[in-house]
């Protein structure tokens, strides 16, 4: 994901994915690609680093060969708490109770949605920016009773 187009030229950077995508490290640097007119990141860059983690990890953690999973940010906000004036970080971290709770909810019901609160920190980890995603999945393969 490092050079993909949309997260490279806003200076977004993976630093490394844990092992079984089990959560993920990211830095945003501050740069003039992504500056604003007061000399801070842009808050739509802030936005665009933190929205898609939370899919891609729960994709890559739980689509199989039996499954069939839609996965998608169903809806996002972010409250900017500091002026991001320099380059931030956050690290987004899939626990084994929301893997379970996410497979358990599919096999009973054939979706899932969670929010998930993602904070950005500054160089002095302090936070400027808190982002809730709720995350959607739904469980192609499902059938209901009555189907």
Known sequence: MRIYPPLLFQRVWVKRFYKDFRGVEVKVFKSILNKNYNGTIFGGTIFAAADPF????????????????RIWSKSSQINFLKPANTTLHFSVTLTDEYINDAIQ???????????????????KNEICASL????????????????
């Open 54 to 69: 939370l899919p891609v990890l729960f994709d890559r953690v739980l689509q199989s060969s039996e499954r069939k999973l």
């Open 132 to 147: 809730s995603n709720e995350v959607y999945i739904r469980d192609l393969n499902f059938k209901t009773l009555d189907q």
């Open 105 to 123: 909810q599919l096999q009973l019901c054939g979706k899932y949605e969670k929010s998930f609160i993602v904070e950005i920190l500054n160089s």
